[in-house]
């Protein structure tokens, strides 16, 4: 098991005071020399330039400008303006020294209408971020589908709850393949399915926000009790076919690796009752063995054909073929846990949807000590759910491809949480390693501070600070980015000797907009 040992000391320095943690025991020369440690974004969350140069907009674009189901304000516009600013952004990486960064195409940047003519001024833009990243030494991770789809096709036949949407992925992805598999090894077909088909199609708070059940989410149309099933079963079919396309027509060539991505959690029983521990069993089969079934077995966990009846969508034999180890890698990407509890009596409900046919109720997993606004640290909960995932399905690569610690954004940039939060779950990786567990790389989501899915520009994970107000959008450092990049550079963990190490050799620029008094005196 490995171990922290934290030495909380409190000391007044510059006048203010502060927590400082000095942890030992974890270094980056004891994960394996190929292991790669990154960070991650998506393209509406940091590009902007959303009309710029022939870009078209997605069905997130629509969502955001329609009032983001009226969670919260903002769009991505403008956003971290990466469209412009790539260059600062991946020398601010190479200092902080990542191996990887971890972002999206958009899709109606590329190809404007989903399907048809090349918008050229989009493929130079990521061929240019592409080279950008190589010439630094990092290497490019890249996310064809994180959420937005071209409105075009939502518009002529429904998106992803039509089949056509298979034909249209494909073309896209073999253009991706095309022009930059030269130099991109990993490609995620999709981001986080499960919570798009949850969230987009069953309870309607995220884009293209369809639902029919209860909801205190308004949505003009939907069917929750079976599109969620429609939209998976359409994307496991794109995500299969664009896997074949690549191992006919470029694997041999370019040598990558095609994988699959979901958010994950643990799923802790509530009590020890059998009842709630096959109810813990049955909301991973929901969550998780939906998209996994299908891609190492072939079809669909047996639960769920149980549950959710005629409305889940059938494979053919060809179709499960497909499927079947179409996925190189899992991308993993994990933040909180939870509680379940067995609740039978959902499945008496007419119409049931998505989740009453999961029949539990989930509670998130706490600590005492969690903050409303913070995630519990509770890595053990994500081993668990590995040392899961192993037993069920056998070995395959994972990447962790998203990790991290919820903000708001007026919070100090001596996010001292995160480094904590960060610190423990990169120790847990170096634990599943030690336990046989087969996980390629890890990455912090994210970067900077972008537009978030849930919360907009208000909740902030980022290890760069963007004041919004500032018309440059300069990047400024968390105490989490100096953190980062020390450990990365296989220095000391701890976080003062990090600024004062930034004080000898600033990574950036000067952060005099924000009450930081450590961080500001340091630079
Ligand atoms: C849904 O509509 C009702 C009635 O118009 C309104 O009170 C409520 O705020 C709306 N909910 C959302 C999330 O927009
Ligand atoms: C959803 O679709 C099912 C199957 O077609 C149908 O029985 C049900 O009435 C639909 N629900 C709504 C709210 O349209
Ligand atoms: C369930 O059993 C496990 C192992 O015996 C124990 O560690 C855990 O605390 C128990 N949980 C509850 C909620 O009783
Ligand atoms: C959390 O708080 C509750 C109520 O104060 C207490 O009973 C419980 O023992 C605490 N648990 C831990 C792990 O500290
Ligand atoms: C965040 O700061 C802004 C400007 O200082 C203030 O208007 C807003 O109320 C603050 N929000 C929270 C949740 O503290
Ligand atoms: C990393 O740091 C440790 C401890 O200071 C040192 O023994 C080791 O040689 C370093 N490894 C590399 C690759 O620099
Ligand atoms: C900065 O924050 C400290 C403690 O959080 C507070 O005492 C101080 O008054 C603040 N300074 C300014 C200029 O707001």
């Keep these: 098991m490995w171990k922290t040992s934290f030495v909380v000391l409190q000391l007044l320095l510059l006048g203010s005071s502060v927590s400082f943690i000095v942890v030992d025991g974890l270094r980056r020369d004891e994960y394996p020399p190929h292991f790669v440690f990154g960070a991650s974004t998506s393209a509406y969350q940091v590009e902007g330039a959303a009309d710029e140069d022939g870009r078209k907009p997605s069905i997130w674009d629509s969502f955001a400008h329609a009032g983001n189901a009226n969670m919260y304000e903002g769009n991505g516009d403008i956003a971290c303006d990466q469209y412009h600013k790539y260059k600062e952004d991946v020398e601010l990486m190479a200092k902080m020294g990542l191996d990887a960064y971890r972002f999206s195409i958009s899709w109606s940047r590329l190809i404007p209408d989903g399907k048809g003519p090349i918008n050229q001024k989009g493929l130079q833009y990521y061929n240019n971020l592409i080279n950008e990243l190589i010439s630094h030494g990092i290497q490019p991770h890249v996310t064809l589908y994180h959420w937005d789809l071209p409105q075009t096709l939502e518009d002529e036949y429904g998106g992803w709850i039509n089949q056509k949407i298979v034909r249209d992925f494909t073309a896209y992805a073999d253009v991706c393949f095309r022009e930059f598999g030269d130099r991109v090894k990993h490609w995620t077909t999709v981001n986080e399915g499960n919570v798009f088909a949850q969230g987009g199609y069953d309870i309607g708070f995220l884009p293209p926000q369809h639902c029919s059940s209860p909801s205190i989410f308004n949505c003009s149309k939907g069917n929750s009790s079976t599109e969620p099933y429609l939209v998976t079963h359409n994307m496991l079919l794109a995500h299969a076919s664009a896997a074949r ?90 933040y909180f846990s939870f509680y379940v509890k067995d609740n039978p009596k959902t499945l008496n409900i007419k119409d049931r949807d998505y989740l009453a046919d999961m029949a539990v109720e989930l509670t998130a997993y706490t600590t005492n000590d969690t903050a409303t606004e913070e995630f519990p640290i509770v890595p ?27 903000t708001h954004r007026n919070s100090s940039l001596e996010d001292w949480k995160r480094v904590n939060y960060l610190n423990e779950y990169i120790g847990s990786v170096l634990d599943m390693l030690r336990n046989g567990h087969d996980i390629r790389g890890y990455f912090v989501w994210s970067f900077m501070d972008v537009f978030e ?47 004062q190490m930034e004080k000898n050799s600033p990574l950036l620029i000067n952060n005099n907009n924000k009450n930081n008094s450590l961080l500001r005196n340091a630079i």
């Design 245 to 334: 396309l690549y191992r006919n027509k470029y694997q041999d060539k370019q040598h990558g690796f095609i994988g699959f991505n979901l958010l994950t959690y643990g799923f802790v029983p509530l009590t020890n009752t059998s009842e709630d521990i096959i109810a813990a069993q049955r909301a991973q089969d929901f969550f998780l063995g939906w998209y996994l079934n299908p891609l190492i077995f072939g079809d669909y966990p047996e639960i769920m054909k149980k549950n959710v009846g005629s409305r889940l969508p059938t494979f053919t034999k060809s179709e499960s073929n497909l499927l079947k180890g179409s996925m190189g890698f899992l991308g993993i990407n994990f």
């Design 453 to 499: 899915l849930l919360g907009g520009f208000e909740t902030t994970y980022g290890l760069y600070y963007i004041d919004l107000k500032d018309p440059t959008l300069r990047r400024q450092p968390k105490l989490s980015s100096l953190w980062y990049s020390n450990f990365l550079n296989n220095r000391t963990m701890d976080p003062m000797v990090a600024i």
């Design 380 to 406: 053990w909960t994500l081993q668990g759910l590995v040392d899961s995932l192993k037993n069920i399905y056998g070995d395959f690569p994972i990447y962790i491809h998203e990790n991290g610690m919820q």
